[in-house]
């Protein structure tokens, strides 16, 4: 059994930052690619950043140039540094996975719980 446990949402000021963290546990053989997604009220849920376990990484473009993605393959981890954020940035992030159990023959996603982060004065 797999799953992931994301921390690090609050209430920020507009051009302030947050640091997410996204840790998976469980019988794991192998994670593939780890990322981050959000949802805001009213909207679909939508990538944010991505990176492969090679280093391969994606952003959207509303946040290229503020956030910034990394992982630790090592702790199983995946972070989410947000600076400069704007109000628009407020949503529910859920950290996402794909992985491969101990006991399967295929990898599927996993996703955490969500984090809610809100960006107001």
């Known amino acids: 059994q797999v799953q992931l446990v994301e921390s690090g949402g609050g209430l920020v000021q507009p051009g302030g930052s947050l640091r997410l963290s996204c840790v998976a546990s469980g019988s794991i053989f192998s994670i593939f690619a780890m990322g981050w997604y959000r949802q805001a009220p009213g909207k679909q849920r939508e990538l944010v950043a991505a990176v492969t376990r090679g280093g391969s990484i994606n952003y959207a473009d509303s946040v290229k140039g503020r956030f910034t993605i990394s992982r630790d393959n090592a702790k199983n981890t995946v972070y989410l540094e947000m600076n400069s954020l704007k109000p628009e940035d407020t949503a529910v992030y859920y950290c996402?996975?794909?992985?491969?159990?101990?006991?399967?023959?295929?990898?599927?996603?996993?996703w955490g719980q969500g984090t809610q982060v809100t960006v107001s004065s």
């Open positions: 996402n996975a794909r992985i491969l159990e101990r006991s399967g023959n295929s990898a599927y996603d996993y």
